[in-house]
């Protein structure tokens, strides 16, 4: 447990002393803010138009929510591409690796700092909320689907490390462990759409088995159906953390794999 | 400390190290000598607990490596060929991780003690990217020392230093070996011979021998050799070295240079000067060969192919 902390807490430390993190932080806070911007001058103009006043009910999930977690479809891959790509490639993972660490530890470590860290820039972005709420007149916003988004975000980020960490176990290249966990992660984002695709074309409403695992595997589905709006159910959980176990369970199984080869 | 039987690791359809069996004791310091490719790297990161062997066992300060991984790990320093570093992180900032890896009561004082030892005392604040090859070399000789290990594992730890730097690390392996056990590779012949007290010859995975370099000297100098070099007309000067007792075989090199053959064993190069003398030859210089380790290696890794090529034509001729 202490080695999976010492390792965590150095991988944490070394996002804040390498210039490239701060570069993902700047531009994830520059696209939200134009985002957060243009979405919420829509908003206010349309509320004038209509005046009507349920626009505050889900103004926070509208104006930043749904933006922010795209952004970080794009940007976790970035912040996770070195984790264990970066080891392999200067060759300290044999460092690692003769040190008295349990293979198991050093991914769950690796993947509780880069976790740590995501945490971090998402942790940053409560800056909008709260703005949200001063301006709005004159009870603010709901807060129950904020806090309730913002659990399940925290989930969803570990998932998505965790899917950086054990698409990056086999590389030595950063880059192409970016495009890797891109790839992956891209593709449990869509794989709602293919079962709305697999349900159209094959006429049966979608009731297919693979449509139906397409569904349950869909990552946004678990977040924008419940947490969103406002409701917390274990399902979600269960799926977003058995991602991260069965992830961290494969990069282990890849780590591990230099003694069998 | 360190014990191997029948040590065998294949790579797919390849056999890195085939069948290795040797020792290390307790304040020994052993040279891993072969070419590139012998499989010098692989039987340490075996030894290392990195990769476990195919076949065969090995113990290390009194450990299994597959068995007991950990508790090896524990007990061993490493520092492989690349220097695994961290270029992001200053030097404190690496051994203090090192060191807490490691979970050592007394991190502080242990990193410290390993600065003073490799002599990192003012760089201690750089960032390890911004060292010189050599300063890295000595961070990675740090990080391996940090935890006073019994046995150290150091993979071509001189490998491209400059000669400066090459003296320096030898000078520090030299003084770990009083309280560690060093087991170190190496494809540089007089580094084996100054630092070891005992070498293993390795070629395609096959220990070709193993002893003192002394002694395997001694086993391969069937016989010596010495070169005389005479001032003007050499004339004659064949027949005078051939009749001295103890002479083997003479070889007239070139302009007034010969090689003599002499028996092992006998000083007979007063002889020689003196009959040259009263023969009114002016010698200019006499000095004795010797064999050194770089002959034997060649001689031994050399046999070893031969007898491997023999072996599969004899094989290709019977098919």
Redesign the interface.
Known sequence: MRNIWTIAWKEFKLYFGTPIFYMISAMMFLFLGIIFYSNLAQVISSAASSSSSGASQDLPGAVMLGPLLTILLFATPAITMRLVAEENSLGTIELMLTAPVRDSELIIGKWLGGTLFTSVLVGLTWVYPIFLHAITKPNGIDQGPLVSSYLVLLLLVGALVAIGVCVSAPFKNVTAAFFASLMVSLALWVSGLGASALSYSGGTGGTSLFGTILQYMDFTSHFYNTAYAGRLDLKDIVFYASIIVLMLFFATRIVESRRWR | MIQVTNLTKW?GLRKAIDGLNFHAKKGEIVGFLGPNGAGKTTTM?IL?????PSEGRAIVAGYDVVEES?EV??R?G?L?E????????TVLEYLD??A????LPNADQCVDEAIQRVNLGDRVESYIGNLSKGMKQRVGLA?AVLHKPEVLILDEPTIGLDPMQVVEVRNFIRELGQDHTVLLSTHILSEAQQLCNRVLIINKGHIVAEDRPENLQARLAGAERITIELAGDSDGAVDVISGVKGVLTVEPMSDGVFEVEITPGQEIRPAIVRALTRAGQDVVEVHSQGVDLEQIFLELTRSDNKSKGKHQLQKKKKE
């Open positions: 790579y990161r290392t607990a990195y990769q476990p950990l790990r524990r061993v490493y492989p690349t220097v695994p570093l961290y270029m992001d992180m991780f090192m807490s890896l490691r979970r990080q």
